[in-house]
Every structure is written in C-alpha cells, then in structure tokens.
C-alpha cells in the first residue's frame, strides 16, 4: 500500500477535470440583437463519431484536415437523433459508474468541422466572439487550426475570443463533443441522455466600444405607481426610452409612473441602450418582487402560482427547439390558464425567456445541475458538497444569472434540482444573493432552507400542504432554522405528476392554495411527453420511450409523464387543469336562480372577459344571452341573478344553466372568444312517463325471450337485443392500470395496480348459480370471483322489460375479506362493430374520472367511438366519460342501441378489451376488432391519484367494495 506521501495527484483530461472549463469570456447578458454584425454558424456540419473519447487524435481540427469521407449532421441538433448512436433513458440513474469526476472509456464523441466566410459587409475593425448556446456535454473548441479552449455546463451559454484568428475567409471550426464528462454528474436530470450542439452557434462581431456587458434595473412602486429604472453597462452610455420619454446616462436612475409588468399585464416599454459601438433594443417590465411578513409578492400583491415544469423537448428533435415551438409551449400555456413555468431543470433556450416577457409567465429559473443519483450510494461523493466543484458550481450559477438577469419574467432563481445538500450549494446561494438582491432563491432538497428565500416541496399529500398553509407543519432542523422555515412563504415545486392517465386531485391542492395566503401555488410534473416519433418497420407511428433504444438501463415511460403529448396534443390532464386553476370563479345556483362570480386574478379587472349565459333542457340549448358582470377587482366576488328564460317552465328533461366567461378581445395568446372559464348547474326534469305495459318472460327452446331481449336460457345471458347481436352484458371489475394505479417502485403502499394484479382481478371467473323466471323478472344469480382466493363478488342480475326498453337491475355483494378499492364496478358488453358513433348526454367532450372531472362539461356530445380513445403514450385505461345520463351508439344507416343510467354512469366504448389495452405497450400495439365495440358502463371508477410518483388516490375517490346496486335499461335506436 502506498502511502498519501508517494501518491500521485491525479491529473484528469479536460474532460474529467472539475474545472468547468477554460479559454472562456466571462458571462453576460444575454443580446437577443443589436446593430453589431452576427453570423448564424447553423447548417450541415462534417461530422464523425467515435466510440471514445481517444479514438481519434486532435488533427481534425488542422484547417488542411481532409474531412471529405466524414458524414454530415445539422446543428444545431443531438447527433443520436440524426443516425448516429442512439438515445438513452433513466431517471435518476447515472448510466456509468459512480467514480466522480471519473467517466467511462465507452464515451461517444462527436467531432464536427464547420467551413464558413464572413459576409462580405462584415466590419473589418473590432473584434469577434464565438458564442454556444448549449453543447452537452463537454466541447473543445478550434478555429483556424488554434485551440481556444474548452467547456461544460450543457444548457448554458459560452464565449471565446476569436478576432485574432478569424479571416476573411476559408475559416475552419472545429469542436469535439464528449457525450460522458465530469460535467456529466452534475447533470442527471430525469430526462433522455442527448449529447451534440444542440442550440445555436453564432459568430457575435464585437465592434469598438461594444457593450460588454449590461444589467437592468426596473422596479415599480406600488404605492406611488411610479417605476425606477437604471441600466447599468460596461462601458456606460446612454439608455433612451421614447415612451417615458426618458433619456438617461448609464448608471443614472429615474421615477417616473409607469404601467407595470405582471404576467397578467406584461406590459413593456421599447427602449435603447446606446454606447459608443453598439446600440441594443431593450424591453423593459417594471415590477418588484419581495418576501414581505411570509408571503411572495410581485408589486405588492401575492400572487399565486398556476405553473407548470418545462423540459425543452421536441419529439423529433429532441432538446433542439426553434422560436415556433417556444411560442407554441407558452400560447398553449396561456390558453389554458398556465400563469408560471419552472425550467425544469436547467435555464431554457434564452429566447423562450424573450417570450415569457412578452406573453406574460412567472419564471422560477433553474440553474443547470442536479446530482440525484448519488442518493443510490447515501449521497456519498455528492459533489455539492465537495469543495473541488464549487467553482464548476458557480460557474453554472454566473453564467445563468448574467445571461438572463434583465428578464421581468424571472421571478425567482433556483439553484437546481435535487442534488441532496452541500456546501457547494450554499456558495451558490450566498454568490446569487450578492449579485443580484433583487430576486428570491429557491431550492427544494433541503428542508431546513437554509440557502432559500421560499419553502419548497414536491408531491406532499394535501393534508401536509394544509397544515403547512397553517403553518403548524412538524419541525425540521435546529429551532432558529425552523422558525425561518416557518416564517416563508410556500410552493409545490412539483406536484400532479401527469404519466399517463391524470394527474388525478388537482382540485384538492387548488383549494388549499385558495384557502391559505402561505400556499402560493404549484408546478405539475410535468409539461411535455418526451416520447420519441418512431415507426414500425411498416411504418406506422409510435411514440418510443426508455428501453425502445436497445438500452443497458432504463427507467421506460417514467419519461413520459406530461400534460401534452409528445406531438403537443392536450391531453385530458391538461384540459383538467385548466379548469382547476381557472382565474374566475363561477358557481351556478339554477335553483336560487344566481350565479356568483370571483375574480381570482391577482392583478387584473374582469373588463377583458364577456361574461354569457345559456339555458338548456336535456342538452338543448333554448336561450342564450350575454351576463353583465360589474367590473370586480382582484379577489372580489359578486352574486347576480340569472335571468329567468320563458322556457324555463316545468317538463320532461333536465334543466340546465350554463356561465362562460370568454376573452372579450384578441389578446397575444388568443383570438376574441376563446373560454377563460365556466361554471354550469343542473335541476332535474320531471320524470319520465312509464314506459308501456310490462312483458312476461317466455321460454322458447333454449331462449328466454323477454321484450325486446333474446337469452340463453342456460346461462341467463343476452344474445340478442332488439335484434342487434350481443355479447353480455355482464359484471367486469378491471381496468388495464394507469401508471397512476401502478406507482413507483419506492412508493410504500396501496400500489393498487400492482395488488389487482396480484389479485387476479385481471382474470375473474364467472359462475352461474340460477336462471329463474319469477313472474315478470328473469333473475340471474352469478359468482364472480379470481383464483387462488376465496374473495368474490355475488351478482345478482334481474331482467325485466316494459315496452320496448329492457331493464336490468344489477346488486352486487361483496364476499369475502376485500381489503383493496376495485378498479371498476359496471357492466361489459359487447355490440357490433358498425355502431361506430357515440352520442351521450353527460360530461364531455373528454374523459373524466372522480377526482379528474372538473373539466367535464355535462351536455350532449356526439364523437365516433376512435375518437373517444385518449391515446397515452403506454396503453392505459382511458375514455371514460362521467356522469352519463344516456348513451347510443349507432351504425351509419342510424340504427343501434340506447342505454340510460339508474342512476348515472361512466360510458367508455373502444375498439379492443381491457385486457388488449392491458397487454400493449405502444399505442400501435392496438388492433381495432374488425367484429365487436367494447362497451363499459360503469356504476363506479376507482379514482386517478398521482401514485406514479406522487400521492395515491384520496380515501374520497377509492372504489372500496361494498354492497352496491345499480340498473341500465336499453332498447334500439331507429
Ligand atoms: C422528481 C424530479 O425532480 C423530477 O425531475 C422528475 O424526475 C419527477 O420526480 C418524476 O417524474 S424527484 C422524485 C423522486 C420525487
């Protein structure tokens, strides 16, 4: 052994050193233009990848290298994404040992090699930088043969020097690209490993007296409405800015009233920064943000967070994303009430910050590092809390807070994202804080908060959130820590984790966020599938996920966990939250005949919206007019009557009013009309008439026929109705498990797909106790139950028919010590595949279930069975619609069938069974039957939750087995 005397200090490459690089400017703000020259370097550059990162020496980068032979990738662009090695998914998992700053011999590397001449108008004074936008995840750099240096931090921005050896023309860069670093260990964010130049590379001309760098301060004083605004700028210069008409030195500051910026109101003035070489437009938000007496404040108001978690993600293009893209992400946040995105979990394309700004977002921005694999080992070696990686570690914190320090969109600075605890991390905090006093800091992996301004949680139970919205939640840490704690303003960084079917109780949390001041809103996990486009060697679509890639490791659809589908679709879950979060309140009294109204802004009037009502019986609209809402202020409420329409008198059908309240005006982020928020109430009708003279049963053969119902006489099943051929109805419990319903593997308990499973819930068998005719009944009496248990369900079913309707009563009983929620409790039948359209009077247009059915808008809907499908990423159950009151599905010709609920129920219609959706793992696994449309029509759902890594299902929303009856009647459609 040797001693530590004799023992050699290791000397790592540049790509295994600490050092978050070298050969670099220091960082500044980000320019998204000026009147200096800049040369977009993008296009189809010579690239070739090598199995490691020594492959190949460094002679590619000599200008007289002969790279002819060499392939060609875009660039910006990941090259796995473009023919070259493959993606690669996990979730916390680092996919290399656990030997920091120490990578693997097997790590691809990407050498690329751009020729280009400058434009002939370039300046011939002045200098130039050479600027990357984000290369993951370590680059070396040349130009013209001369090494300029080399770097990590993946998202984040760097410079080098280049006007001593640009040319005219004929110049070579070359940059070699390391997919594995020790850059790498700081970057273990849930999300697929994609190395390459993946954002922009632009040559920047620096003419003399550019500006160097420049910060803007812009504040607003609520008291006074007046702004103070002083630009600070290397060198100093001038700061004009027409519209207040202010003209000021650099470095000189002025009040004047101005109109604030929220994300509400994100009002900007176009304003100039003029130095000697350079002239910048800036577009300045006056606002202030402070944590006054435990409450985060913008302007003096609280705000309340509706947010979202952004990953950059594209599925083709993985972490490249244009300006369309960024703007369609923040156009469909607006449109569904989003007020406020996290960059989960690094600093975004810069640009997206430009649109936040001018669309109007609350930004937590979060610095590019997170560590959570060290947790598999006890947080040992974690390198935030070892000395040698501070200054990698604030590196990473400069180069975010320079680049985008003069956003009135960024709200708040966080330090990263699941790293444990550690010095490092508490210089980062103390470094941000000198910098720039004027936001606060967050961070969620330390519960004593000692380096926040804000306490922040992901994915507690409601329960825990509310005692903390009391702040009478446990202590943590020493006492004076706990008190701070305390004393701070709350935030769900992270919850409603969205994978597949859900996230389910988001109108639970909303409700606490209301209800206390401290509770300030939340961000759902997360905004974006990152499933990947593929096609089947016949070349239909599917979405892939972890694993799809040949991995050694992989976490699967972990990845896919968004409200969006990966092609940018809403999905159900988005459309739920958008209805929970909605900045008006409308609750209908049809009853009372009044609706009251709140405006749950925090900023903004009513005068944008127009406010309508309607009246329908059954789903029919009969009168529809305007609704004037006085002009309530933020947080204020008002009751008006409704107005009461000559239609509204007594009759069949039920009643139903209807409040919406839509955008009164084209805005940036959506045309005139488009709905902000709704409210609805319903009365019934009077009932129905009887429906005809009872029949009798009758025995033919081997049938029993009763009414329009055709049975077996054996087994007491239906065979026909009203003709059409049919196959059950009968009890079904099983649902295919939503990747809610299953959980994560360190989720402790009531991981209820998994026991249903276990259970054998997926395999029930059915025995036939009695058929019996009693008088006017035919009475089925059926034992439902798995294997290998004594637990069952007593099924009683009891025909009967009036008219031409068939009624059946069905009491279930269960037997037996049930110890878990069923999935489902209805019917399953099968009709035939021709009866292709849906129509239902209930919740719609989308699915629901009892904790994601707030969006569920009861009317009449009409949609083809294909269309009722929500195509999650993994196959899942889906497509329930709640609170049905009657359904029909009928063949093109018209005819078909009709079911009415009694009570109401969950009508779901597909294609292939349950236990087909079960067994697919890709929606293209899914064959329509050319015979039979899947029908269940469900007494009780067992709820959504967010187990997949969150919460389960709340105690409200489990399907607990109990007695239970319930009856459909059915009968054709002519
Ligand atoms: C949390 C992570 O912060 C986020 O990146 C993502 O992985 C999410 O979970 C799940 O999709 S961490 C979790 C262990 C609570």
Not at 26 to 44: E, F, I, M, Y
Not at 498 to 510: F, T, V
Not at 695 to 718: C, E, M, N, Q, Y
Request: net charge negative.
């Amino acid at each position: 052994m040797s001693s530590s005397a004799d023992r050699q200090l290791p000397s790592y490459p540049y790509y295994e050193d600490f050092s978050p690089g070298s050969g670099l400017l220091p960082p500044r703000a980000w320019v998204p233009a000026s009147d200096a020259a800049r040369l977009d370097l993008g296009g189809h550059w010579a690239f070739r990848l090598s199995p490691s990162a020594t492959a190949h020496d460094e002679s590619f980068a000599d200008p007289g290298y002969d790279a002819s032979g060499w392939d060609r990738v875009p660039v910006p662009a990941h090259w796995v994404l473009h023919g070259h090695g493959a993606p690669a998914y996990t979730n916390t998992r680092y996919p290399f040992p656990l030997d920091p700053p120490r990578v693997p011999d097997e790590n691809p590397t990407g050498d690329h090699r751009h020729l280009f001449d400058l434009p002939a108008d370039w300046p011939a004074e002045g200098t130039a930088v050479l600027r990357f936008e984000g290369v993951e995840s370590c680059a070396r750099v040349w130009l013209n043969g001369q090494l300029l240096g080399s770097f990590k931090g993946s998202r984040l921005p760097h410079e080098f020097a280049v006007g001593g050896v640009l040319r005219a023309r004929g110049n070579v860069l070359a940059v070699r690209v390391h997919q594995w670093s020790s850059g790498s260990y700081l970057e273990d964010q849930d999300q697929w490993w994609l190395p390459g130049v993946f954002r922009e590379v632009t040559l920047l001309h620096r003419p003399p007296g550019a500006v160097a760098d420049f910060s803007v301060h812009a504040g607003y004083d609520h008291t006074d409405g007046t702004g103070t605004l002083r630009v600070d700028a290397e060198p100093a210069g001038r700061v004009l800015v027409p519209e207040l008409g202010l003209e000021l030195a650099t470095g000189q500051s002025a009040t004047v009233p101005v109109e604030p910026w929220t994300a509400e109101t994100p009002r900007l003035y176009a304003a100039e920064l003029v130095c000697a070489g350079e002239r910048i437009p800036l577009r300045l938000g006056f606002r202030t943000v402070a944590v006054e007496d435990g409450v985060l404040r913008v302007n003096g108001r609280r705000v309340l967070f509706r947010g979202v978690n952004r990953h950059e993600f594209h599925p083709e293009h993985g972490r490249t994303l244009d300006r369309a893209v960024m703007r369609q992400d923040l156009l469909l946040m607006k449109r569904h009430n989003i007020n406020a995105v996290r960059t989960s979990h690094y600093p975004p394309h810069p640009a997206f910050l430009d649109l936040c700004d001018e669309l109007g977002l609350w930004v937590i921005d979060e610095c590019d590092l997170e560590t959570h694999g060290f947790h598999a080992v006890g947080w040992r070696g974690n390198p935030v809390d070892d000395e040698r990686w501070t200054p990698a570690l604030l590196d990473r914190a400069a180069r975010m807070v320079e680049r985008d320090k003069n956003h009135p969109s960024v709200v708040i600075w966080s330090l990263g994202n699941e790293c444990g605890t550690g010095r490092g991390l508490t210089a980062m905090a103390d470094w941000i804080r000198e910098r720039d006093p004027s936001r606060p800091l967050h961070y969620e992996g330390d519960l004593s908060c000692a380096d926040t301004d804000l306490y922040s949680r992901m994915y507690a139970w409601p329960e825990e959130v509310d005692q903390i919205g009391r702040r009478v939640e446990a202590p943590w840490g020493t006492p004076e820590l706990d008190a701070r704690r305390r004393a701070m303003p709350f935030l769900l960084c992270e919850y409603g984790h969205a994978m597949g079917n859900g996230p389910g109780g988001l109108s639970e949390y909303q409700r606490l966020f209301e209800a206390h001041e401290r509770c300030q809103g939340g961000f759902v996990w997360e905004w974006i599938d990152h499933g990947l486009a593929r096609r089947t060697p016949d070349g239909r679509p599917y979405f892939a996920y972890g694993g799809d890639f040949g991995e050694e490791m992989h976490d699967g659809n972990f990845v896919c966990d968004g409200l969006l589908f990966p092609d940018r679709t809403p999905s159900p879950g988005l459309v739920e939250y958008k209805k929970v979060i909605e900045p008006v309140r409308i609750v209908v009294d049809g009853a009372a005949g009044t609706v009251d109204i709140t405006n749950s802004h925090d900023f903004l009037g009513l005068s944008h919206l127009a406010f309508g009502w309607e009246y329908a019986v059954e789903g029919a609209v009969l009168a529809a007019g305007p609704l004037a809402v006085p002009p309530l202020g933020p947080g204020e409420s008002a009751r008006l009557a409704l107005p009461e329409p000559a239609e509204a008198g007594p009759g069949p059908g039920e009643r139903l009013w209807t409040v919406r309240a839509r955008l009164a005006e084209d805005t940036a982020w959506a045309p005139a009309g488009h709905l902000v928020a709704w409210g609805q109430c319903e009365r019934p009708g009077e009932p129905d008439p009887a429906p005809g003279p009872a029949a009798v049963p009758r025995r033919t053969g081997r049938s029993i026929v009763l009414g329009p119902g055709t049975f077996d006489a054996a087994t007491g099943t239906l065979a026909s109705l009203a003709g059409l051929p049919v196959e059950g109805p009968r009890l079904d419990v099983w649902r295919a498990p939503t990747d809610n319903d299953n959980g994560a593997d360190w989720q402790p308990d009531e991981r209820y797909g998994v026991i249903w499973r276990e259970l054998g819930l997926h395999r029930m068998r059915h025995r036939v106790d009695a058929v019996a005719v009693d008088g006017e009944e035919l009475r089925v009496t059926v034992r439902v139950a798995p294997a290998a248990t004594d637990l069952g369900l007593a099924v009683e079913y009891r025909w009967t028919a009036a008219g031409d309707r068939l009624r059946l009563a069905v009491a279930v009983t269960p037997q037996g010590d049930w110890s878990c929620p069923l999935p489902r409790l209805g019917l399953r039948l099968g009709v035939p595949a021709a009866l292709g359209l849906a129509r239902w009077y209930g919740g719609g247009p989308g699915e629901g279930y009892p904790d994601t059915l707030a969006a569920a808008r009861v009317g009449r809907w009409t949609m083809p069975v294909d269309e009722m499908q929500t195509p999650y990423v993994r196959p899942q159950e889906n497509g329930a619609r709640p609170r049905v009151r009657w359904a029909e599905l009928t063949a093109p010709d018209g005819t078909g069938l009709r079911v009415e609920g009694e009570p109401r129920f969950w009508f779901t219609a597909r294609r292939w069974t349950s236990e087909e959706l079960d067994a697919a793992e890709h929606t293209h696994e899914l064959v329509p039957s050319p015979d039979t449309v899947w029908v269940n029509l469900d007494h009780g759902q067992q709820g959504i939750g967010s187990q997949s890594c969150g919460p389960g299902v709340l105690p409200v929303y489990r399907l607990m087995p109990a007695p239970a009856a319930f009856g459909f009647s059915f009968g054709a459609v002519r």
